[in-house]
């Protein structure tokens, strides 16, 4: 029974260490796939001209795992069925916090909203902005993501130690 | 249709209290009451359809244009920047959307076309048969007489243009027809069978490029209105091939003087000339003259 117990508690330590780990690890994948869709869309509006919804839906698959269904919210806009607002873009995406959220939700509204010229320029200007909250992010990550998961383990073998 | 380019709350009002049949516009003015053109005459928009009453009517704000705007370019103004620069958007199915705003020009050039204050939703309509009139002194014994449609705007001359092709096409006269459609919006509710088109291309390159490679009998295009447009046209009736095309005056009487058309008449390409008006609404025929403009008959 003793030893049932020190392996629980030494799940749950690495499961909350993992969870905050997880927080951070997310975060981090969303921004650098964010600016991706934003280079890649910056490269097509230029070139291929294709439609937005298009752009997005042939965005790369695994890449768009990483963006918090904040594509498929867009995407739903695009076909009328939802509204472009928080609640309803960022159903998947509680990681982000309030002035990211505000920030990306401005960022969508601009899209398909002007000429080739100008939509670039707006794209960039938002892409440097989501450039220094991926190294935020980045930051957040090396500091806090593999610390707690160090830590959660370290806890987990202190209540073996303490426990045994 | 139009229920992906209208706000919900008048796409509801459009699809049901409207019968669109007889719609031939909807214009959306900033912060003016929305008109819409039925028969060639204006009413406004209310909570339960038409209304000649101004205190009934739906008023129009600039988002709501601005979003109809985008929602026109499928959330992608960028991608149809070239319609905008000349002042209209046609939709995938074919609705010509005339924008209003503000100009933005660059050494001389527009380069688009921003703070958009009004729409004008053109509704386009299959008018069966209503070519048929002026049918047999087009085509007669299987030859096709290049001819020009004549009337001010919004009388019918794109609706006359595909009836044209489409009684074509029902008397199996297989005629290699190209369509040369400037505002993609020509083959909008066409039913033809024997047509190709080229879209959003200039009338000169559309038409030495078609003729090149689409070895056309018969090139129908839309409103000439440009001296490269005419320079085409005579490049094209060299080449044996047929024509028919429109243009904007409101009587033969302004068409003769127009200088644009000066060599197009002194050289007899057009050798019948079809006049429309609004008189008994949009598509009255009236008239059908020669190269002579001598009167082949009045409707």
Do not use: W
Not at chain 2, 13 to 18: D, G, P, R, T
């Amino acid at each position: 029974m003793k030893y049932i117990i020190i392996a629980v508690l030494f799940v749950i330590c690495l499961v909350v260490g993992f969870t905050f780990f997880s927080k951070y690890d997310k975060r981090k994948k969303f921004f650098t796939s964010l600016i991706m869709l934003a280079e890649k869309l910056t490269v097509e509006i230029n070139f291929s001209r294709e439609r937005l919804k298009v752009l997005i839906e042939n965005f790369d698959k695994n890449t768009r795992q990483n963006l918090l269904g904040i594509d498929e919210g867009f995407v739903s806009y695009l076909d009328k069925k939802t509204e472009l607002n928080e609640k309803e873009i960022f159903k998947k995406a509680d990681v982000l916090k309030k002035d990211e959220k505000d920030f990306i939700l401005l960022f969508l509204k601009t899209l398909g909203r002007s000429d080739v010229e100008n939509q670039t320029k707006e794209i960039a200007s938002f892409t440097n902005r989501f450039q220094e909250m991926r190294v935020i992010s980045d930051t957040e990550y090396k500091k806090y993501g593999t610390l707690s998961l160090k830590l959660s383990l370290i806890a987990g073998l202190f209540f073996v130690i303490v426990l045994i | 249709m139009l229920s992906k380019i209208l706000p919900e709350k008048i796409a509801k009002i459009v699809n049901s209290k409207l019968n669109l049949k007889g719609v031939n516009e909807i214009r959306f003015r900033a912060d003016k009451p929305i008109i819409v053109v039925v028969g060639g005459k204006n009413y406004f928009l209310s909570e339960n359809g038409l209304t000649s009453s101004l205190k009934d009517a739906l008023y129009s704000s600039k988002i709501v244009i601005e979003d109809i705007v985008f929602r026109a370019s499928e959330c992608s103004i960028y991608s149809v920047n070239e319609q905008i620069k000349k002042g209209f958007i046609v939709t995938e199915n074919g609705l010509r959307i005339g924008i209003g705003g503000n100009v933005v020009e660059e050494n001389g050039q527009v380069k688009t076309m921003t703070n958009f204050n009004s729409v004008n939703i053109r509704i386009p309509h299959s008018i069966k048969n209503c070519s048929l009139s002026c049918f047999p002194h087009i085509v007669h014994d299987n030859i096709i007489e290049n001819t020009l449609i004549i009337s001010p705007p919004g009388c019918g001359k794109t609706t006359f243009l595909r009836d044209f092709v489409a009684q074509l096409s029902e008397r199996n006269l297989t005629y290699n027809v190209l369509l040369l459609d400037e505002r993609g919006e020509l083959d909008a509710e066409l039913n033809a069978n024997f047509y190709d088109k080229i879209a959003f291309s200039s009338k000169k390159m559309g038409f030495e490029n078609g003729i090149r490679s689409l070895s056309p009998d018969l090139i129908v295009t839309d409103e000439i209105g440009q001296e490269a447009d005419v320079e085409a046209i005579l490049y094209a009736s060299t080449c044996g091939v047929k024509i028919l095309a429109s243009t904007h005056a409101d009587s033969m009487e302004t068409f003769i003087k127009k200088s644009l058309f000066q060599n197009l008449i002194k050289e007899k390409v057009f050798k019948r000339y079809v006049l429309l008006s609004k008189r008994n609404g949009p598509g009255t025929n009236e008239g059908i003259y020669n190269e002579n403009f001598s009167r082949l008959s009045s409707f």
